[in-house]
């Protein structure tokens, strides 16, 4: 099932980069060098989905990641770390079905987030003049 040794993948958000390295192992989880375990609870909750799945489908998680996330804020860096490490497990594994659970379940597990700030406009300070209504 596993043919990689070592890959690394990379996932975005806004302005965070996420770059995660699995290899063969015992299932810990890391970003930034610290156990996933010691984040608060929704953040927690976030990078635990992706190894939930692949549990669900695989039977078992037996390989270690290690995420290394630059930029962005807290929020931005959680969400590019689930999709690297989503990635990552799909790439590692060569798992179609796995893939497909992945994008059933959350597409932003599988494709990035494209949606960035809007950029200022020449002479003004902001990206928009006048407030924007949702309504007519």
Same mark, same amino acid.
Not at 1 to 15: A, P, Q
């Given at each position: 099932?596993?043919? #990689?040794?070592?890959?690394?993948?990379?996932?975005?958000?806004? !302005?965070a980069i996420a770059k995660a390295m699995i290899k063969k192992g015992d299932g810990k989880v890391t970003i930034?060098?610290?156990?996933? #375990?010691?984040?608060?609870?929704?953040k927690k909750l976030m990078i635990q989905e992706p190894?939930?799945?692949?549990?669900?489908?695989?039977?078992?998680?037996d390989f270690d990641i290690a995420v290394n996330v630059r930029g962005g804020g807290s929020e931005s860096r959680i969400e590019a770390s689930s999709l690297a490490?989503?990635?990552a497990i799909v790439?590692? !594994?060569?798992?179609?079905e796995l893939k497909k659970t992945y994008v059933r379940y959350d597409k932003n597990l599988m494709v990035a987030d494209t949606r960035r700030k809007e950029a200022n406009k020449p002479?003004?300070?902001?990206?928009?003049?006048?407030?924007?209504?949702s309504f007519r």
């Open positions: 099932m596993v043919i #990689e040794k070592n890959l690394v993948v990379s996932g975005k958000r806004k !302005t930034n060098k610290i156990p996933y #375990e010691n984040l608060d609870f929704f190894l939930e799945i692949a549990k669900k489908v695989l039977g078992k998680v490490i989503a990635r790439a590692f !594994t060569k798992s179609d002479g003004d300070s902001k990206a928009r003049k006048k407030r924007q209504k």
